[in-house]
């Protein structure tokens, strides 16, 4: 129930492509979903998050797509550059007690855009 | 440098040893976190804590011992290291943003127990 199922593992799209990464939760009582994008040897950086009574939100080139009904949510990236190549993981979060918010992670995608 | 900052970068040891990761935060953030990184699971929370003095069990805790005597630094232990805990370990912080709770991560402890 608290799982967040995340694919592919990895992925590779050519420059200029668009680049989709899956995810899939259970537990109906989690109210925020953020993607974390990932450079090798540094830490995760928060990059767009979506709450789950918006079914759409873009930053430039990255697109979040969010289906409650299937309980599914995507990252689009938009004509993917080099610099995008990263582990992207999603995650859900659910709030458990006043101010604390339990964030589930995705086991990660990584994501190598080739010239 | 503003931010987390965690040390060492990288560490060797062996089976049954104790040792400490630092993680130390500038922004005076109440909440801290320790979560692992390991190949096909993502980030498994280790122990979070509140503030000063509050710490609390995350998914896989066994095997380790948080403290927090000030608001700017997150020890975690590992009191007699095992290879099951060779893992890649980050200390994060959160801030209150738009409305929603954002966590700020430190750039990692590569940590290997032969």
């Known amino acids: 129930q608290q799982q967040v199922k995340q694919s592919p593992q990895s992925l590779i799209v050519q420059k200029g492509g668009i680049s989709i990464i899956n995810c899939a939760y259970e537990n109906t009582a989690f109210d925020y979903f953020p993607w974390y994008q990932q450079f090798p040897g540094k830490g995760p950086a928060l990059l767009i998050a979506?709450?789950?009574?918006?079914s759409e939100k873009k930053e430039g080139r990255f697109t979040i797509s969010f289906n409650k009904s299937a309980k599914q949510f995507s990252l689009h990236i938009m004509d993917s550059q080099p610099g995008d190549s990263a582990t992207y993981f999603c995650a859900a979060t659910v709030t458990l007690k006043t101010s604390y918010d339990k964030v589930i992670f995705g086991p990660g995608t990584s994501l190598s855009v080739i010239p | 440098d503003a931010g987390i900052t965690q040390s060492p970068r990288y560490k060797i040891t062996e089976t049954g040893r104790q040792v400490t990761l630092m993680c130390h935060q500038t922004?005076?953030?109440?909440?801290m976190f320790w979560y692992r990184q390991d190949l096909g699971h993502g980030l498994r929370l280790i122990y979070y804590?509140?503030?000063?003095?509050?710490?609390d069990k995350g998914e896989v805790p066994d095997g380790y011992v948080v403290s927090r005597s000030k608001t700017e630094n997150f020890p975690l232990t590992l009191e007699s290291a095992t290879r099951s805990q060779t893992s890649v370990y980050f200390c994060?912080?959160?801030?209150?943003?738009?409305?929603?709770?954002?966590?700020?991560f430190g750039a990692g402890t590569r940590l290997s127990v032969l």
């Open positions: 994060a912080s959160r801030a209150r943003a738009g409305g929603k709770n954002i966590q700020y």
């Open positions: 922004w005076s953030h109440s909440y």
């Open positions: 979506i709450r789950p009574d918006v």
């Open positions: 804590s509140a503030a000063a003095d509050i710490t």
